[in-house]
């Protein structure tokens, strides 16, 4: 690491000759084999933008200059090349952020990790710079991926309306997102990639006529003219150029000075323009190389020689879920699934495996993909939309007003609900349970453990009427919690033991076994504690309110928001059927969250079983006092 121990700063590259920015790169890609074989995180795409950050870095000037990195989990490099080198806590708390943050570096200028924004920030920043008449440059890196995404045309579409507005398009193609890009913009982007004439033809035609007396010149002209039909005989990139952005590519994304002559053009442009660079993903590490799924997109803990994981941490919910999809899909034949270019990440491989024609990824186009489920279920079929907690924010409106108002059979699967920790802010899937309260007719399963995923997911897609929820956690899934009787739809899973129970403890999804921990910190106390899992948490089910009726106090504990969760409409729910008992609400702040482990983040915030029953018996506490406090005041004065 001769060299990379030496950068301290972009401007630590200028010096540097052709060969030792090559023997940079090839450190670069040590170290972060090296490095997130210890930590986990995203090695692929890094892997694959050593060059081109290189060259970023030298053609442009960081912070003055704005780089932009969209989704941003193809920042370590950048992050390497602005002086952050200890790896040792990547995405850990106290570490480095697996994405461009703020609170590290006057380098990073986004970190909100959701695909297809950055083309947006880009516009807005351009335009600012205008305004204030400053000659800072904006560049924005995008993945093919991420250019699925109707966002970025929507931004496209806004920042070729100016066309002496200084912006650069850096697309980062490497065909993939998690999963191999699909779609016509990716058929589109093969086809450039495999025709290089276009300039070259142009160029030697232009030598040519000029040098022809009379005639040459206003040939050429005419040529120049007709340059769409070359464009689109020769090379197809017309496509950008007729919404009036300059296009500069294909460019190979592993040639240093390649890279650098393409974006030094693109600078000096005045105008918006696109350099298409072509690398690899995974490139230098063949364990990535050979993973055919997503090339190493994120790793946990590897060996750093075979690829290989250290440790396996067991069946998780993910793979429950894609298990049961392949009993529904044998079972149902008009069980379809949808995604959002996340097919392995979100358990579909394994339908798609048994059943091609009837999984359909629409790439990274959270909306499209929500009301194309409502035309299949109006056509039909039972889709069901499997997708990150954290990215159905983005199809909000469509789930309500597509999918809800038609009242559209859809089934949504919410991955990574909850604390997911070690992503971030962006990354933490808790705010479904609040956004999906409002919308009318929509019911919401929170399961357990691995049976009631199974379970509830069969009694989701027999909903032909409204959309459906089943939201579920990351990671490893633990033990069947049994459940002694049912109440209504709800599972009691502790009885209190007594006919004047004191608390009713109403436990949202995998919360289940810190709630019964709860219960038995508080039994030591004296405190008697019925345990409820209602199972379908919106809506609220009616035999809730009479089982409040008969304890003093009601506690909810959720891994969702505090504002407008289930906690909010339990409470509703409780007056609107005249129950006057004392609720108190367990969950997440509203707040952003840092990075850290889920249990490091659920400690900090209070969302732990000893923080929950030490509060829970101060409430019951007073509520003693203040029952003895009463009695005393109506006692008779005494002589």
Known sequence: M??????????????????????????????????????????????????????????????????????GHQSYVHKLLTGRQDFSKLKMKGGLSGYPSQAESEHDVIENSHASTVLGWADGLAKANEVLKKDDHVVAVIGDGALTGGMA???????????????????????????????????HLATLRTTDGYERFLARGKDILERTPVVGKPLYETLHGAKKGLKDFIAPQGMFEDLGLKYVGPIDGHDIEALESALTRAKRFGGPVIVHCLTEKGRGYQPALQDEADRFHAVGKIHPDTGLPIASSGADWTSVFGEEMVALGKEREDIVAITAAMLQPVGLDKFAKAFPERVFDVGIAEQHGAVSAAGLATGGLHPVFAVYATFLNRAFDQVLMDVALHKCGVTFVLDRAGITGTDGASHNGMWDMSILQVVPGLRLAAPRDADQVRAQLREAVEVTDAPTVVRFSKGAVGPAVPAVRRVGGMDVLREAGTDKPDVLLVSVGALAPMCLEIADLLDRQGISTTVVDPRWVKPVDEALAPLAERHRVVVTVEDNSRVGGVGSAVAQALRDAGVDVPL?????????????????????????????????????????GRFESSAKAVEPARD
């Open 584 to 624: 108190r609400d367990f969950g997440i702040p509203p707040r952003f969250l840092d990075h850290a482990s889920r249990g490091e983040v659920l400690a900090e915030i209070g969302l732990t079983a000893p923080d929950i029953a030490r509060q829970v018996t101060g409430l019951v506490s007073r509520l003693d």
């Open 153 to 187: 045309w929507e931004a496209l579409n806004n920042i070729a309306a100016a066309k002496d507005r200084p912006l650069v398009i850096v697309v980062n193609d490497n065909e993939r997102s998690y999963a191999p890009t699909i779609g016509g913009l990716a058929n």
């Open 2 to 71: 001769a060299l990379l121990t030496r950068i301290r700063g972009p401007r630590d590259l200028d010096r540097l000759s052709p060969e030792q920015l090559d023997q940079l790169a090839d450190e670069i890609r040590t170290f972060l084999v090296d490095a997130v074989s210890k930590t986990g995180g995203h090695l692929g795409p890094n892997l694959g933008v050593v060059e081109l950050t290189i060259a970023l870095h030298r053609v442009f000037d960081s912070p003055k200059d704005k780089v932009l990195w969209d989704t």
